[in-house]
């Protein structure tokens, strides 16, 4: 029977408070309390994803730290070390304790609510904790019932075992699952918002199950999967993939459901009015002259290039497309570096090192320059030879040969050890002696944490500094914006070339008609490393049907477009969810296939693949398919309030006054109030809008509120 996330979190602070419990009493400063317990708290037993924390978050100078809850902020936590202790009631019976009552007298606690408390108040976020690893209090900072948040109440957990042996309570007031019910603000505030009844589906033993497949839907699963994503990572297939399949960034689609102007504008936001420094990486050329001048090295910057594009739009294969086809005459003696984060392995605490590595290898393995060799190291340090020999050693060049080469040697090894140092100084002895154009590129960080992201920025930035070669950093939009605001990029003005999506109607017709002529006219596909043949007639039928069925059924690649919103992983996703999918009668569609020469995909059938992926049942959270019905309290209008948001945004993303079809969160909430919804319902649709990418988010900056925008999915969901 799968773990359910409250019974991993109640095992987390079981364990913890066993722990705690079992060791001698010690006095860990802030950060180590924030490392060994309240870490473990939170991301452990709260089961809060560290990518919904936002450590250090500054705001008007003040800075907390932690904030939990993206992007709709839901908790402030304010850490303090072991060593301040609470004084806390110790009537086992009162978990709810009045805020006066519970400061009388006690400065440490009084000092951190009100410090917590007032940072909530500021940034308007609903629940406030103090915590100092053993102890803590959690109150509603931000109220709007006209009752302040220092005289209200309070839940209080006086020792880690009350937190195991209450772990329920904790659990429905501060953790990630069940945030967005209100509990806690229903416990101290009394909100009348009764929670909803307990979905059935909690009730199956194996929810949401996994789709059994018969044996014919396995090998059409796995030859999808060969066919249609993994040739793209073939190397020996890579220039004529790249030839056949690739479709330039940019291009509107013709089958989107919402305004063009959108798609046309969809990184605005993100470029906050910087016209000068944020352009479009291609024209209807192809690649921009401005882009081919950076990879040229004709545009000498001491800055990364940032390639900024959103999660899934095709960044790897524009940058493969561009060294390859768009700048191979600007690269014909140039050498291009790339390293690709996306495949390397997660855990990687000397960045730094791995990308010289690879850069090392590479220049070694394609190009053939093994900074290791004997000639190429006296190559580069020929100056500093030369001035060996004038220097204390240079009468053993005569005098002692045998001892003079081995000074020499002690020289270069001594110059080779510094890592860093010799590549750069390889790097300098090809550009200067060879008139070498070095370019580099490191890509595939938007799929990683922002943290590291912000690591690598920094790696590229160095590299441009310090270095004569031209670097190119990939990024996501809001990873961009948020460390132009409070991170890294903050500090430079750097280059920012956008990568739109292509057409994904293309995308997909182009993959599919190449994994067809591999099928029929190629024989099959041989795997480079295996050496492997794959042929299979019953897949190059399959394949044939979805083509066929595209090109007869438009609302097919409407709903393909639609759902991928411009990501092409999301798209090839959704076509290898239905090859070999249990929920769709395979050997039906390929017996008429057989029998007629032809079977029509209606959309409803494509559909059912799309909302139950490979589970038995629905499951929002592991589906394309949103849940525009979930509610989180007995209200039965409340099946309604996330149609009637969607429609909102959709008709305001449609009026003159909304910059690019966004419009305010706050203009959103008003709406929504005014048909009688409450904050708690208002924050749980947005946050369900935001995870099922029904909605666009923009973060608040010193100029704009929050803002947001309907998506293409979030628009096929109105019309569904």
Excluded at 66 to 78: A, F, K
Excluded at 573 to 582: E, I, P, R
Excluded at 603 to 612: G, K, S
Aim: aromatic share 8%; proline share 4%.
């Amino acid at each position: 029977m799968t773990t359910s996330n409250y019974e991993i979190g109640l095992n987390a602070i079981t364990e913890l408070a066993a722990e705690y419990s079992a060791s001698s009493p010690q006095s860990r400063n802030e950060a180590t309390t924030r490392l060994q317990l309240i870490d473990r708290i939170f991301f452990d037993a709260l089961q809060w994803p560290r990518e919904q924390c936002l450590p250090e978050e500054s705001h008007e100078g003040t800075y907390v730290d932690y904030v939990l809850g993206l992007p709709r902020r839901q908790i402030i936590v304010e850490a303090k070390k072991e060593g301040i202790y609470f004084e806390l009631p110790l009537d086992a019976d009162s978990r709810i304790i009045a805020l006066p009552a519970l400061t009388r007298k006690n400065g440490n606690l009084d000092s951190a609510l009100r410090q917590v408390g007032s940072y909530c108040m500021s940034r308007g976020v609903p629940i406030a904790v103090a915590c100092n690893g053993h102890q803590l209090v959690a109150f509603s900072g931000s109220r709007v019932d006209g009752v302040a948040p220092t005289t209200g109440k309070a839940i209080v957990f006086r020792t880690l075992g009350e937190m195991a042996s209450d772990f329920i309570n904790l659990w429905n007031c501060l953790s990630y699952p069940s945030i967005t019910r209100g509990y806690l603000q229903s416990l101290l505030v009394g909100e009348t918002l009764p929670p909803a009844p307990e979905k059935l589906s909690r009730r199956l033993i194996y929810f949401p199950g996994v789709k059994r497949r018969n044996e014919l839907e396995h090998e059409l699963r796995i030859l999808g999967e060969i066919f249609l994503q993994d040739l793209v990572k073939d190397p020996n297939l890579e220039r004529e993939f790249l030839r056949e399949c690739y479709c330039s960034s940019g291009a509107l689609s013709q089958y989107t459901l919402i305004s063009k102007e959108i798609l046309k504008n969809r990184y605005v936001a993100w470029a906050d009015g910087r016209s000068k420094t944020v352009t479009a990486a291609t024209d209807k050329t192809g690649a921009s002259k401005d882009l081919l001048d950076a990879v040229a090295a004709k545009s000498v910057t001491q800055r990364p290039v940032i390639l900024l594009g959103d999660v899934g739009v095709g960044k790897t294969s524009f940058i493969k497309h561009l060294v390859s086809v768009e700048a191979r005459e600007e690269l014909k003696k140039g050498i291009v570096l790339y390293v690709d984060f996306g495949r390397e392995p997660a855990l990687r605490t000397d960045l730094q090192n791995y990308v010289l590595d690879s850069f090392e290898r590479q220049l070694k393995i394609d190009h053939g320059i093994d900074l290791q060799s004997d000639a190429f190291v006296r190559g580069i340090y020929h100056g500093d030879l030369l001035a060996m020999r004038t220097g204390i050693y240079g009468f053993l060049r005569e005098a002692d040969p045998v001892a003079y080469r081995m000074k020499e040697v002690e020289l270069l090894a001594s110059k080779m050890e510094n890592k860093g140092g010799h590549l750069k100084r390889a790097v300098e002895h090809l550009i200067s002696g060879e008139r070498r154009t070095i370019v580099a590129f490191l890509d595939n960080i938007d799929q990683r944490p922002d943290d590291f992201q912000e690591e690598v920025f920094l790696i590229s930035q160095s590299l441009a500094e310090t270095w004569p070669i031209t670097c190119f950093v990939t990024l996501r939009p809001s990873t961009y914006n948020k460390s132009r605001r409070q991170g890294s990029l903050s500090a430079y003005q750097n280059r920012v070339f956008t990568i739109s999506p292509p057409r994904i109607d293309l995308v997909v017709r182009k993959r599919l008609e190449y994994a067809l002529d591999k099928l029929v006219n190629s024989g099959g596909l041989t795997l480079g490393s295996e050496g492997i043949t794959v042929e299979s007639r019953l897949l190059r039928e399959y394949i044939e049907v979805i083509v066929q069925s595209m090109q007869r059924n438009a609302s097919l690649a409407e709903c393909i477009d639609n759902i991928s919103a411009g990501n092409v992983r999301d798209a090839l996703d959704l076509l290898t969810n239905f090859v070999g999918s249990g929920h769709v009668d395979t050997r039906k569609i390929l017996d008429i296939k057989q029998q007629t020469g032809s079977y029509y995909i209606p959309l409803h059938e494509f559909l059912r693949a799309v909302i139950y992926g490979d589970n038995e049942h629905y499951s929002p959270d592991a589906s394309f398919v949103a849940n525009m019905f979930d509610i989180i309290s007995v209200q039965a209008e409340e099946h309604f309030l996330m149609p009637f948001m969607i429609d909102y945004c959709l008709r305001s993303s449609q009026h003159r006054s909304a910059a690019h079809g966004f419009i305010p969160e706050s203009e959103v909430a008003d709406h929504l109030h005014s048909l009688g919804y409450r904050d708690q319902q208002i924050s749980a649709a947005l946050a369900r809008s935001e995870q099922g990418k029904l909605l666009d988010f923009v973060p608040a900056d010193q100029s704009f509120p929050i803002r947001v925008r309907i998506t293409q999915r979030g628009r096929m969901s109105s019309v569904s």
